[in-house]
């Protein structure tokens, strides 16, 4: 990682600082999860939303996700009701065939 690079992330970590999971949030509001898993805590570059069911939902594989969310954080983008409830069906379409 080149000094420029470092100090773009962290430029963006000070403006986009990690929040609890108690803290609200706006329906279908993409988020950057901060997971635990069995490597220890760490950040996934990947994008996530929140479903209606209370669930995350990975974007880019269109599943939901199982591992022990600790943190998030807000990626700025707003995923609207109806293309959340379309990837829902999908996805539930996949699990039946």
């Not at 570059?45 to 209606?52: A, G, I, P, S, T």
């Not at 209370?54 to 199982?66: E, I």
């Amino acid at each position: 990682m080149t000094i420029a690079e470092r100090q773009a992330r962290e430029a963006h970590d000070r403006e986009n600082p990690w929040r609890q999971m108690n803290e609200r949030r706006r329906p279908g509001l993409m988020c950057n999860l901060m997971i635990q898993d069995r490597a220890g805590h760490h950040d996934t570059e990947r994008l996530y939303v929140e479903m209606d069911l209370g669930k995350w939902w990975d974007v880019d594989a269109n599943s939901p996700v199982y591992h022990n969310v600790l943190n998030w954080r807000a990626a700025y983008i707003t995923m609207s009701k109806e293309v959340r409830d379309a990837r829902l069906r999908r996805y539930e379409e996949g699990l039946r065939s």
